[in-house]
Nanobody, 124 residues
Framework: QGQLVESGGGLVESGGSLRLACAVS????????MAWFRQAPAKEREFVAGIWWISGNSFYADSVKGRFTISRDNAKNTVFLQMNSLKPEDTAVYYC?????????????????WGQGTQVTVSS
């Protein structure tokens, strides 16, 4: 089984909501940080939201601010992405990612651990 395992994707109508979950099976101490990325067909993988595990401080891409919320449950070692007011342009495979480096980054290449991805499809 992978170290990061996503769940919660699916098909939803425009304006609807979904909650993604990422179960974490690596240590979450120190400068552990996690993020959600997404990749649509023929497009590059892009940053969606990130969170520092210890502090809970979070960061968002401009395209999802006010609609998406990232959070974590320390006891369950799970990070969530609550997605509201979904739009067709949010359609993509969503990945959770993690790393231990201290500097926050939106670049995929700076994350060591990746989940397998979960498909989110928003119909118009």
């Amino acid at each position: 089984q992978g170290q990061l395992v996503e769940s919660g994707g699916g098909l939803v109508e425009s304006g609807g909501s979904l909650r993604l979950a990422c179960a974490v099976s690596v240590r979450t101490t120190g400068s552990f940080r996690m993020a959600w990325f997404r990749q649509a067909p023929a497009k590059e993988r892009e940053f969606v939201a990130g969170i520092w595990w210890i502090s809970g401080n979070s960061f968002y891409a401009d395209s999802v601010k006010g609609r998406f919320t990232i959070s974590r449950d320390n006891a369950k070692n799970t990070v969530f992405l609550q997605m509201n007011s979904l739009k067709p342009e949010d359609t993509a495979v969503y990945y959770c990612a993690a790393d231990y480096t201290g500097i926050f980054s939106t670049r995929p290449g700076t994350y060591t651990f990746w989940g397998q991805g979960t498909q989110v499809t928003v119909s118009s």
